[in-house]
Each structure stands twice: as structure tokens, then as C-alpha cells.
């Protein structure tokens, strides 16, 4: 359950005493939010529990206070808190009498709680209930996979009818109710043809929501299949709007379904969307989880070290490079996860593995056949690979976002592919190339080049000395060939134009990268 302010109230840290409103207790709080104006409404969005200390408000005034709390509650605001003790020693009366008038629950927040400790807690009971489903949504998602690969799709339903404390139906490609779970929802799922043939009719995936027969329920109508036209559908009746743990359970039917029901092409995809929960899983942090979705269709590719390949491939190259990395796996009997997402694709294949070496050796001849062509750059259409370092299921998180850091290296760098590996084992000093980089440096050293052009000294090249010494006068004097006393005066002056300290160690980093920016060029 999420947060409520009888919860807030019963919390012993916050300390906290009902001033009004004491039977509106058990609403939901969205959010705690702290506002000090006068008419906070524009920036509330509903479900808020409001913190103020009447800073900016005549909360002695019963008008102003009875017009304040009527825009709180038209605004959708479920709760007052007032911190005694800072702007008055209690709260009002007119401030408490206009709360009772209009139902607000209003709050007595003593001067030792601070609101941060009360938007801790309701940050901190949020997430406790989202995490609770997440969970229930991994077990839910578990138990239908169990279904599925030991009962079929009758099991599916049946498990799902459980899941979301309803009933659940298939039907097949003409609309014909193929199975139904319980059997007595048999005659709800027949009378839906009608608008099973109207999602039909709709692009693949498609969904939509009805009033159930007799206004008995709400049904969710979801399309199964990859083509064109859907070749199977799932209804889900159930008395009110589905949770988050529901909604997991719906979407792994629907993932399951398709699994089971379509062939070659079409099984092909549902493979991906399983896929795709394995993958968001993996990111989630929850391996077990991700294997027990898995199951036995990617072997053992989630127990040994894998690499996460990120590809942005234009025009029609996701299929193309889906092929090559598929085909090459399945020639050496080894399994490989694609997640394609519009024109990006997700892979985790093993380390070592022949589609890891195909994606190599694709980037390769990528590259070659843009030499011979004397290309400086990938034209648009080229792909973009990033590939991580060597992982494993506890750390798939990070090989993915070493996949994207790698990816966005070689976007920048007009490369094909690059390695995370080899930008860990290499030297910062190339990415300072980047034309915004340089662009950096060229606006903070501006005014020493200006100052040096006028023959008035040689700045740059004595700050250049000063930090490569690290600010050791005498060393970085005889590098210059000057007096300490002159290298002092030039730093001085390298201070006052650009109005920085050299006494700040992140200044002389910046100036550092900055000159090295610069002879690049």
C-alpha cells in the first residue's frame, strides 16, 4: 500500500498530531511538498501533502484562510502540515476552523521535525510499495512462465486469472474464445467478439479498454502477434484498474502468450520480447529473476561472462546486423539475446563467442570498405556499436552503460565500433579532440593569447611552465629562462585577467586540460 497520512501520523520519528480532518486519515499521499506562496494550486498536480509555516500568509484572517483551504482542496491536496514554532507558537484557529469546514486534514508539525524528515518518509514508504511490486511482478511473471512451459496457455490464464483477481480469456485469429480462466467466464469472453474483431482490425500491438458485458467489469483487450493483422488476443476482466504488480503479470501473459501461440517468424519476436523482460531484469539488478524467465531459452548465457553490445544502426541496418549476429550463434550452437528497440539493438552475447567475434568482424569491414571509399566519417545510415568490457549477470547494468559510454565515444569519433576496453587502457588526452572541448578552451585562454599577441609578455607560455612544474617557482623560472620574481608577476597577471584563483585546484585543472586542448590543434 502506498503511503497515507494516518501512516505519516503513527510514524513515532515525525512526531506529528492531528489538528483536523481526523476521519480523512487513510487517503493516499503521492507526495510531501513544501510551498511558502499564497496560492500554491498552479504547481500542484493532486495527492499532495502540503508543508508550510504560513510564512507568506494571514493565517489569523478566517476569510483569507477558509478561500486558502478551498484552493488546497479544489487543487486536489489531501493534507495540511503546519510547523508550529517558527512563524507562530500554534496554529491559528481561523487556519484550523477552515480545515474542519472543508474536510482537510490538517497536520501539527512540531518545531524539532524538520519537512525533510517528512518528505523522507513518504519518499522512503513510495518506494517500499513500489518495490513490493516490482517483487510481486517478478513472482507473478515467474509463475506464469512455470505455467507456460508445463500447462500451456490454459495454465497462462489461469495463472493470470489469479494473478489479477479476475478472469482472463484467449481467442484466436477468427475471435473465437480458444480457452478461458475460470470456466464460468466463459459467456463474458463470448459476448467480447465483437470487439476482439475491432482490435483486430488495428495494427499489431494494439489495446484497448471496455466496460465488460452488463457493465460487470473492466476489460482489457490486448492484441498477440507480430504481423500486420494480430493473430490472437487476450482479455482480462477484472472489478477495477490494474496495480503495478498486475500489470506485470498482464504484460508477461501477453509476452507468453505469443510465445506459445505463434510459429517461425512470429515466434521469432516473441523470443525478443521475453528477451526484453530478461534484459529490463538484468538492468533491474533481479538475475535469479532474469533467469527464471529465461528458463532454458538462452542456455547458459545468463551463468558465464557475456559482453553487452549497443548499436545505433540507421536505415535498414537492425535487421541486417540482427542477422549476422544471429546466424553466427546459431552456426556455433551457442545462444545470443537480441532486444531490438526501433533502431537500436540491445545484445548480450558470450565472451568469446562467435557473435561477438561477427560483430567484430562486421565493424571491420565496415570500416575497410569506408577507407577504400575515403570517407572521413559514417555517413547517416552507418551503424554504431559500442561493446562492453567481459561481465556477468550481477553486473549487467554496468556492461550496459559501458556499452553506451563506448557508443558515444564512437559516435564522436565517426568509428563503427569501439570497445569500452580500449578507452579504459588508453589516455584521457584524445577526448579532449572534441570540438566542444576545444571550443571550452579556446573561450578561457582567449584573453591571455590576446594579451600575449600585444607583446606584452609571454602568459601562456609561463602559465604552461608554472602548471606543468606544479606550481615549483624556481623550476618553472629556469624553464623559462626568467627571475622567480618575473614568473610571480606574470602569474599575478594571469589571475587578474581572467579573474580566477591559482590557488584553486579545480582553476588549474581547467587551464591544464585547457592548454592541451589547444595544442591539439
Known sequence: MPPTLASLVHHSALKLTVRAGEDRLDVPVRWAHVSELADPVPYMEGGELLLITALKLDAENPE?????????????????????????????????????????????????????????????????????????????????????????????????????????????????????????????????????????????????????????????????????????????????????????????????????????????????????????????GQPDHARGVAGDLYGGLLDAPFRMIVADAGGEQPAALTEILESAAARSGEAVLVVPEGERLVVLAADGGAAVAACLEYAAAREAARAAAEQGVAEDDEPVIGLSAPSGPIAAAAAYKQAEQALSVARRRGRILVEHEQLASGSVLPLLADDAVKAFADGLLRALYEHDATGRGDLVASLRAWLSRHGQWDAAAADLGVHRHTLRYRMRRVEEILGRSLDDPDVRMELWLALKATSTD
Not at 482542496?73 to 477552515?98: C, H, Q, R, S, T
Not at 480462466?181 to 467478439?193: D, K, N, Q, S, Y
Open 64 to 284: 483569507a484562510m477558509r478561500k486558502y483551504v478551498k484552493r488546497l482542496v479544489g487543487a486536489g491536496v489531501v493534507g495540511l502540515g503546519f510547523a508550529v514554532g517558527v512563524n507562530y507558537d500554534e496554529i491559528p484557529k481561523a487556519l484550523v476552523d477552515a480545515a474542519e469546514q472543508e474536510g482537510l486534514p490538517l497536520l501539527e508539525v512540531p518545531r524539532r521535525t524538520p519537512f525533510l524528515a517528512i518528505s523522507k518518509a513518504v519518499s522512503a514508504a513510495i518506494a517500499a510499495d513500489q518495490y513490493r511490486a516490482v517483487t510481486a511482478g517478478f513472482a507473478a511473471q515467474r509463475e506464469l512462465t512455470r505455467q507456460a512451459l508445463n500447462a500451456g496457455p490454459e495454465g497462462v490464464l489461469s495463472a493470470l486469472a489469479a494473478q489479477v483477481d479476475g478472469w482472463a480469456a484467449l481467442y484466436d485469429a477468427s475471435g473465437a474464445v480458444v480457452a478461458t480462466a475460470p470456466e464460468w467466464a466463459g459467456r463474458r469472453a463470448a459476448r467480447l467478439t465483437a470487439e476482439v474483431e475491432r482490435l483486430r482490425e488495428r495494427p499489431a500491438p494494439a489495446s484497448s479498454v471496455v466496460g465488460g458485458p452488463d457493465n460487470e467489469d473492466r476489460v482489457e483487450l490486448h492484441s498477440l502477434g507480430t504481423g500486420r493483422r494480430p493473430r490472437a488476443a487476450l482479455a482480462v476482466g477484472t472489478e477495477s484498474a490494474l496495480g503495478t504488480a498486475e500489470r506485470y503479470a498482464v504484460h508477461s501473459a501477453i509476452a507468453l502468450l505469443t510465445l506459445t501461440t505463434e510459429r517461425s517468424r512470429s515466434l521469432h519476436a516473441a523470443e525478443q520480447r521475453v528477451g526484453a523482460a530478461v534484459l529490463r531484469m538484468l538492468l533491474a
